[in-house]
């Protein structure tokens, strides 16, 4: 069975840094990209930075110079360092794996809630 287990979010206050942590059982890190979206209420699902299993990156354009996503392939995990965190950056945090050779599949994890301090 696959899970996705997702750990680091919490309360920050606005300009300080939260890193996130994701690990995959069940699948191998390996011809797929894992990563991160995030969904505020009322608004739609975004992606925040992905990275495949090769090692290329791939950031939502408003964390680009702020967030850092790195992969572990050894450990199944992928790691995101966020800084300078804004109040607009406050919602749910989802990681996500997608396996980009036959058989296609998508997971979700069940989300980390990412709060800043007003």
């Known amino acids: 069975q696959v899970q996705l287990q997702e750990s680091g979010g919490g309360l920050v206050q606005p300009g300080g840094s939260l890193r996130l942590s994701c690990a995959i059982l069940g699948r191998m890190f390996s011809g797929a990209a894992m990563g991160w979206y995030r969904q505020a209420p009322g608004k739609e699902r975004e992606l925040v930075a992905r990275?495949?299993?090769?090692?290329?990156?791939t950031y939502g354009d408003s964390v680009k110079g702020r967030f850092t996503i790195a992969g572990h392939n050894a450990k199944n995990t992928v790691y995101l360092q966020m800084n300078n965190l804004t109040p607009a950056e406050e919602a749910v945090y989802y990681c996500?794996?997608?396996?980009?050779?036959?058989?296609?599949?998508?997971?979700w994890g069940q989300g980390t809630q990412v709060t800043l301090a007003s």
């Open positions: 990275i495949t299993s090769g090692g290329t990156p």
């Open positions: 996500n794996f997608q396996r980009l050779v036959t058989p296609v599949e998508v997971n």
